[in-house]
């Protein structure tokens, strides 16, 4: 538990900052049609939901990144 945290915590390169940017935004698409007050058809609400998931696993691989190499 102790190395998750010290990689959470670790820097992450520029690229992979980018990336984890890119992720959130994905995941914040995807949330927002999911939670759209009109009804909108079932093949783009399963496309949000499939977004939001591509989005925050993303997030998190490009947050566990890090420049350590001795790992």
């Keep these: 538990m102790k190395k998750i945290v010290n990689r959470v915590t670790a820097p992450t390169p520029k690229f992979f900052?980018?990336?984890?940017?890119?992720?959130?935004?994905?995941?914040?698409?995807?949330?927002?049609?999911?939670?759209?007050?009109?009804?909108?058809?079932?093949?783009?609400?399963?496309i949000g939901g499939y977004v939001v998931v591509a989005g925050s696993v993303l997030t998190a691989v490009s947050q566990l990144t890090t420049t350590d190499a001795s790992e």
């Design 17 to 46: 900052k980018v990336l984890r940017t890119v992720g959130l935004a994905l995941a914040a698409v995807g949330g927002t049609i999911l939670a759209a007050p009109v009804a909108l058809p079932l093949m783009v609400t399963t």
